[in-house]
C-alpha cells in the first residue's frame, strides 16, 4: 500500500523531532494482557519492520508491558534504528502479574534510576528522545519524582519528557522542573474526560498521546460512526482514528496491533479527509 502518511499529518515533538502524528502503540505486541512473550516472536519482528515501512515514525512502548518484553522486541527487530525514527517509553510502574491487578506504583527516584537505565540497556539506546512517568505515585511526593527527571534529563539520559494520566494541575507543577512536551491519557472519540487536558497541552504546544484511542461507544454513538463510514466506505476504526487527527493538530495517536493487516487498515485513516458535516455528527457524540 502507499505510504498515507502526509506533511499535514507531522507534529514536532519538543520543538526538535518532527514525527508522524499516527504512531504505533506497542503493548500488544506482547502476549496479552502486556503480560508474557509473543507466541510468534518472528511475526511480530516483521510486523514492527512493517510499522517502520508505512512511514510511522513514533513507537511508543513502556517497561511494563511483558514486563520489558516490548522494549526487547523493538530492540530486536529494529535497532539499528532509522535515523527519524523516535521511540517514546515509559517507567514508574512495577509488574509482577497482569495489569492492571499487577501493577503498583513506584515513583522514587531509585526505582526510576533502575527503570530508566533498564530501558536504555533494553532499547539499546546511550539517550532516549522520549521518556514518560507512566503514572504518579501518590505515596511520592511528585517534587521527588520530576527532580530525579530533571536530573536524568540535564544528564543527558533522556531528550525530552512526558507525563502520562496527568491533571492540568500535575502539568503546571511538572513544568517547573522541566519542560513537559507530551501527555499521554485515556481519550477517544467516546471518552473524552480528558478535554481539559488537551486543551491545556493544545495551548502549551504539547503533545496529547490518547490512550485506548479506540475506546468503544455506546450503541446510538457507533450508529453514528457507522453512518460516517458508510459515506467514505471505511470501517469504524478508521473513523475514529480519523476523528482524531481532525480534532486537534496536537493529537497524537498511537493505536497498537499485532496483526500487520490491522496495522495497514489503521494506517489508512492517515489519508481520510472528513467533511464538516461528518465532523459536525462526530464532535456531537462528545
Given at each position: 500500500?502507499?505510504?498515507?502518511?502526509?506533511?499535514?499529518?507531522?507534529?514536532?515533538?519538543?520543538?526538535?523531532?518532527?514525527?508522524?502524528?499516527?504512531?504505533?502503540?506497542?503493548?500488544?505486541?506482547?502476549?496479552?494482557?502486556?503480560?508474557?512473550?509473543?507466541?510468534?516472536?518472528?511475526?511480530?519482528?516483521?510486523?514492527?519492520?512493517?510499522?517502520?515501512?508505512?512511514?510511522?515514525?513514533?513507537?511508543?512502548?513502556?517497561?511494563?508491558?511483558?514486563?520489558?518484553?516490548s522494549e526487547e522486541l523493538i530492540a530486536e527487530a529494529l535497532h539499528p534504528y532509522a535515523a527519524e525514527l523516535v521511540i517514546g517509553t515509559k517507567g514508574g510502574c512495577v509488574s509482577f502479574g497482569p495489569p492492571p491487578e499487577g501493577v503498583l506504583l513506584d515513583g522514587t527516584p531509585q526505582?526510576?534510576?533502575?527503570?530508566?537505565?533498564?530501558?536504555?540497556?533494553?532499547?539499546?539506546?546511550?539517550?532516549?528522545?522520549?521518556?514518560?512517568?507512566?503514572?504518579?505515585?501518590?505515596?511520592?511526593?511528585?517534587?521527588?519524582?520530576?527532580?530525579?527527571?530533571?536530573?536524568?534529563?540535564?544528564?543527558?539520559?533522556?531528550?525530552?519528557?512526558?507525563l502520562s494520566e496527568v491533571s492540568v494541575e500535575d502539568i503546571q507543577l511538572a513544568q517547573q522542573f522541566f519542560p513537559v512536551v507530551s501527555v499521554q491519557n485515556r481519550y477517544s472519540l467516546f471518552d473524552r474526560a480528558a478535554e481539559p487536558v488537551l486543551a491545556y497541552c493544545r495551548e502549551?504546544?504539547?503533545?496529547?498521546?490518547?490512550?485506548?484511542?479506540?475506546?468503544?461507544?455506546?450503541?446510538?454513538?457507533?450508529?453514528?460512526?457507522?453512518?460516517?463510514?458508510?459515506?467514505?466506505?471505511?470501517?469504524?476504526?478508521?473513523?475514529?482514528?480519523?476523528?482524531?487527527?481532525?480534532?486537534?493538530?496536537?493529537?497524537?495517536?498511537?493505536?497498537?496491533?499485532?496483526?500487520?493487516?490491522?496495522?495497514?487498515?489503521?494506517?489508512?485513516?492517515?489519508?481520510?479527509?472528513?467533511?464538516?458535516?461528518?465532523?459536525?455528527?462526530?464532535?456531537?457524540?462528545?
Amino acid at each position: 500500500m502507499d505510504n498515507a502518511l502526509s506533511a499535514k499529518n507531522t507534529f514536532l515533538l519538543g520543538g526538535d523531532l518532527s514525527i508522524n502524528r499516527l504512531g504505533f502503540g506497542a503493548m500488544r505486541i506482547t502476549k496479552q494482557p502486556a503480560w508474557g512473550q509473543p507466541a510468534d516472536r518472528p511475526a511480530i519482528h516483521a510486523l514492527l519492520r512493517r510499522v517502520v515501512e508505512l512511514g510511522i515514525t513514533f513507537i511508543d512502548t513502556a517497561d511494563m508491558y511483558g514486563p520489558f518484553v516490548s522494549e526487547e522486541l523493538i530492540a530486536e527487530a529494529l535497532h539499528p534504528y532509522a535515523a527519524e525514527l523516535v521511540i517514546g517509553t515509559k517507567g514508574g510502574c512495577v509488574s509482577f502479574g497482569p495489569p492492571p491487578e499487577g501493577v503498583l506504583l513506584d515513583g522514587t527516584p531509585q526505582h526510576l534510576h533502575d527503570a530508566l537505565h533498564g530501558s536504555l540497556r533494553r532499547l539499546k539506546l546511550e539517550r532516549l528522545d522520549l521518556y514518560q512517568l507512566h503514572r504518579l505515585d501518590p505515596r511520592v511526593p511528585a517534587e521527588r519524582t520530576f527532580t530525579f527527571l530533571a536530573e536524568a534529563q540535564r544528564q543527558g539520559l533522556v531528550r525530552h519528557l512526558g507525563l502520562s494520566e496527568v491533571s492540568v494541575e500535575d502539568i503546571q507543577l511538572a513544568q517547573q522542573f522541566f519542560p513537559v512536551v507530551s501527555v499521554q491519557n485515556r481519550y477517544s472519540l467516546f471518552d473524552r474526560a480528558a478535554e481539559p487536558v488537551l486543551a491545556y497541552c493544545r495551548e502549551q504546544g504539547i503533545a496529547f498521546i490518547p490512550w485506548f484511542p479506540l475506546g468503544g461507544g455506546m450503541a446510538h454513538a457507533m450508529d453514528v460512526v457507522d453512518q460516517v463510514a458508510a459515506r467514505h466506505q471505511v470501517s469504524a476504526r478508521q473513523i475514529a482514528l480519523s476523528w482524531l487527527l481532525h480534532h486537534a493538530p496536537n493529537i497524537l495517536p498511537i493505536p497498537g496491533t499485532g496483526s500487520i493487516a490491522h496495522l495497514e487498515d489503521n494506517m489508512r485513516a492517515a489519508s481520510l479527509e472528513l467533511t464538516a458535516q461528518d465532523m459536525q455528527q462526530l464532535e456531537a457524540l462528545g
